[in-house]
C-alpha cells in the first residue's frame, strides 16, 4: 500500500473520529461532574463533603421546584399537541400539490431558523397589552377588547405555549410532509378503487403508514419542551412571580443566582432524568423495530 493510499484511508477517521471523542468526553465527564456536585455540600463554590440524598429531597420540597414541573406538564402537554396537530395540517395541505408550494414551505420553516430569545422578544411586545394586540385593537375601536395574558399569573404559562408552537410548528410540517410524501403510491391508488375518499384516504391508510414519523415528531418536540429556557426568560422571565417558569429557569437560579451549586446540580440530574425517561423508550423502540426488521430480511 502506498503512502498515499494510507493517507486517503486514515484522513477521514482522523477528521471524524477526534471531535466525536472529544464532545463524547465532555458531555460524559460534565454530566458525571454534575451527578457527583448533586451528592455533595457544594454551595458557591464546589465542596466535595458527602450530603447523600440532601439535595434532591430539598429541590423535591422547593415551591419553586413544584410549580416550575406543573408548568412542564402543562406547557409540554400542549406544547407537544398543538404542533404536531398544526404541522400535520400545514403538511396535508401542503400535500395537495399546492402551487408556490416552495414558497409556502419555506415560510413555515421560516420561524425555525429564528432564535429563541428572538422569539420570546418579538412576542413579548406582540403580546404586551400596553403596546401589543391589545393596544392595536383599541386603536380599531375595540376599547372593551382584553387580551392580558402576559401579565395574567394564571394565563402567562399560554403565552410560552403559544411562542413555542409558533416556532416549532414548520418543523413538525417538514418532517410530517417528507412522512406523508414517502407513502407508497399503489396504497392511495388501491384506496381510490376502493371508493374511499380524500378523507378516509388519509385517516385508514396514510396516517398508519408514517407512524414511526409521528412517534420521533413526538419525541423531538417533547426534548424541546424539557429544555425550553432562552424562550421563557425572553417572553415572561418566568413571570409573573413563578407563573410561567420551567424547571430549566430553576437550575439557573439556583447555580448561578443563587450560588446553591449542589441543589442546582440535584436540579439539573433530575431534568436530566426527564430526558432519559423520554429518550431510552424511544432508543429501545428504535432497537426493536431494527431486530424485527433484521428477522424479517
Given at each position: ?31 458525571a461532574w ?7 455540600r ?7 463533603a458527602w450530603?447523600?440524598w ?10 419553586n ?14 406544547f407537544v399537541v398543538?404542533?404536531?396537530a ?18 409556502y ?13 428572538v422569539?420570546?422578544?418579538v ?22 377588547f ?22 416549532a ?15 407508497d403510491?399503489?396504497?392511495l ?7 374511499a375518499g ?27 419542551a424539557?429544555?425550553t429556557?432562552d424562550?421563557v ?5 418566568g ?5 410561567s417558569?420551567?424547571?430549566t ?30 429518550l ?12 424485527k ?5
Amino acid at each position: 500500500m502506498t503512502w498515499r493510499e494510507r493517507r486517503d484511508r486514515i484522513a477521514p477517521h482522523l477528521v471524524i473520529w477526534p471531535p466525536i471523542l472529544v464532545s463524547c468526553c465532555y458531555v460524559l465527564g460534565f454530566s458525571a461532574w454534575t451527578v457527583w456536585v448533586s451528592f455533595t455540600r457544594s454551595t458557591l463554590m464546589p465542596d466535595y463533603a458527602w450530603a447523600g440524598w440532601r439535595n434532591y429531597s430539598a429541590m423535591l420540597a422547593s415551591r419553586n421546584w413544584q410549580i416550575a414541573y406543573t408548568n412542564l406538564l402543562i406547557y409540554g402537554t400542549l406544547f407537544v399537541v398543538l404542533t404536531i396537530a398544526l404541522g400535520l395540517l400545514l403538511a396535508v395541505l401542503i400535500d395537495q400539490h399546492i402551487r408556490a408550494e416552495n414558497i409556502y414551505r419555506a415560510i413555515f420553516l421560516y420561524p425555525l431558523a429564528v432564535s429563541f430569545v428572538v422569539t420570546g422578544t418579538v412576542w413579548g411586545w406582540l403580546l404586551n397589552p400596553t403596546i401589543g394586540v391589545q393596544k392595536l385593537m383599541h386603536d380599531l375601536g375595540w376599547a372593551s377588547f382584553r387580551f392580558e395574558w402576559l401579565i395574567d399569573r394564571d394565563m402567562a404559562i399560554y403565552t410560552v405555549v403559544i411562542a413555542g408552537v409558533w416556532q416549532a410548528s414548520g418543523f413538525a410540517m417538514a418532517l410530517l410532509l417528507a412522512g406523508l410524501r414517502s407513502v407508497d403510491g399503489d396504497l392511495l391508488k388501491a384506496a381510490q378503487i376502493d371508493g374511499a375518499g380524500r378523507v378516509r384516504t388519509y385517516l385508514r391508510v396514510v396516517f398508519p403508514t408514517i407512524g414511526p414519523i409521528f412517534v420521533a415528531v413526538l419525541v423531538v418536540l417533547l426534548q424541546f419542551a424539557i429544555k425550553t429556557y432562552d424562550l421563557v426568560v425572553a417572553l415572561t422571565a418566568g413571570g409573573p412571580g413563578l407563573a410561567s417558569t420551567l424547571p430549566t429557569v430553576v437550575v439557573y437560579d439556583f447555580m448561578f443566582q443563587r450560588g446553591e451549586l449542589a441543589r442546582g446540580s440535584a436540579a439539573a440530574v433530575m431534568l436530566l432524568g426527564s430526558l432519559a425517561f423520554v429518550l431510552v423508550p424511544y432508543a429501545l423502540y428504535q432497537r426493536r423495530k431494527r431486530r424485527k426488521a433484521g428477522a424479517h430480511a
